[in-house]
């Protein structure tokens, strides 16, 4: 897919390069190769923002960036070296030191030869839309946080509003070539009382600037950020929680971040079998949990191959609360006689129909999470983690919010989670996870969700 020629005058010369000037780049550093092998991978990108704080902008700005990787190879002897400068003589400097050092480094035992020429899913994840938005556009929807902020007098609103136009080329002296342009709009709001007590949070996230309502998501983290004042302690231990979307991709993620073959094969994983093997046709969590990566789902537009140039299509993990399949590098593939499945740019779980009203009056008692922070690994044989709830816990008594409580410590896996199932949401795009990439999660109630103590933090 090649960049709109609308773009060029818009977003500044070499931001975005197109199919043909990436290929053309990659072809030319390859020529300059005298070693065994070389792989190129290219990044360009024109970035703009805008950021507020204390109910006024601070900063707004733009940049562009661009880098190359080169990495040369002498048999399994292999070394990178990067650049961003994209003429010819920093290009072939770059090929000698990367050729100079990979005679100085030590044979790498996993090496795998270069991939030839692959097919790859088209994704439409570039939008001329969202490349051509301005400075302009951007203050407008910082406004809808601002404006209602300053008429209120009791509240402070903190935001970052960042939209990206940019492009990824990879490609090899075998004949591989990979391109993939994208945009990307993220903002994120937090909003605090004056008085010290109370602070809410909204994000969004989506390759196409149209898809954000920027009122409704400043609304949100105004409307938290008010309903959380004066919280008061509750006891830890176990409850019945509804986990709004941005809650349970962190959790959830987790499941596929510790679903690599090799990890269970070696026995290091929440995926190993007794006895041996792994839990591949195993159910492992509620008969409802979906859990796949698919670069071309109109709620993910994902880049369509790995960091190698592997493709990557529709790949379940989980489907029906069973294990369907873990990731195999191609080096763990080969040694294990299996196909490898590269690695994942996207993350989805299939959602339901409950919407969070009725979550919440199906509750005779239990707690509400607007998100989750500083998460920590306890266990990776059971993916138990810990935690703390941010910007908006609540306390939920005879099918109603009662009351804001004092935010609390959790230890909990997201696999107990997933078999303690209640009810599920829509499915939604999140504004980002710890672990990042393009993440799709729904709401979720489950029972016996294990918090563990009190946190002063707000």
Known sequence: MSAPKSLRTTVPPGALLSREEAQAIIERTVRMSKADSINVSIGTGYTANVRFADNQMSTAGSTVDAGVAVQSAFGAKHAVVTTNDLSDAALRRAVEESERLARLAPEDPESMPDLEAQRYVDVKGYIDTTA???????ARAALTALAPARRAGDIKAAGFLVTNAG???LGNGKGLFAYF???????????????????????????????????????????????????????????????????????????????????????????????????????????????????????????????????????????????????????WAKKQGKAPTGGTTSLKMQGGTTSMDEMIRSTPRGI???RLWYLRE?????????????????????????????????????????????????????????????????????????????????
């Open 132 to 138: 051509n938005i301005g400075a302009e556009e951007r």
């Open 368 to 370: 509400l999470v607007t």
């Open 181 to 331: 342009p994208s945009t990307s709009v993220n903002y994120t709001l937090t909003v605090r009382t004056t008085d010290g007590t109370g602070s809410g949070w909204a994000g969004a996230d989506h390759p196409d600037w149209r898809q954000i309502d920027f009122e409704k998501v400043s609304a949100r983290a105004i409307e938290k950020a008010r309903s959380s004042r004066n919280p008061q302690a509750i006891e830890p231990g176990r409850y019945t929680v509804i986990l709004e979307p941005q809650a349970v991709g962190d959790l959830v993620q987790l499941v596929a971040n510790y679903a690599d073959a090799r990890q269970a094969d070696e026995g290091r994983s929440p995926f190993v079998k007794q006895g041996g093997g792994n839990k591949v046709g195993e159910k492992i969590v509620d008969n409802r949990v979906t859990l796949f990566s698919d670069p071309a789902d109109p709620q993910l537009l994902a880049q369509p191959y790995d960091g190698e140039g592997m493709p990557i299509g529709r790949q379940v993990w989980i489907e029906g609360g069973t294990l369907k399949q873990l990731q195999y590098s191609r080096f």
């Open 167 to 169: 492009c990824n080329a």
């Open 378 to 458: 306890v266990d990776p044989r059971t993916i138990l983690y810990t935690g703390l709830t941010r910007d908006g816990t609540y306390l939920i008594e005879e099918g109603r919010i009662s009351r804001p409580i004092r935010n609390l410590r959790f230890n909990e896996s997201p696999l107990f989670m997933l078999n303690n199932l209640e009810q599920l949401g829509a499915a939604e795009r999140l504004a980002g996870t710890e672990a990042g990439g393009a993440v799709v999660m729904p709401a979720i109630k489950v029972r016996d969700f294990n918090f563990t103590s009190l946190s002063e933090a707000v």
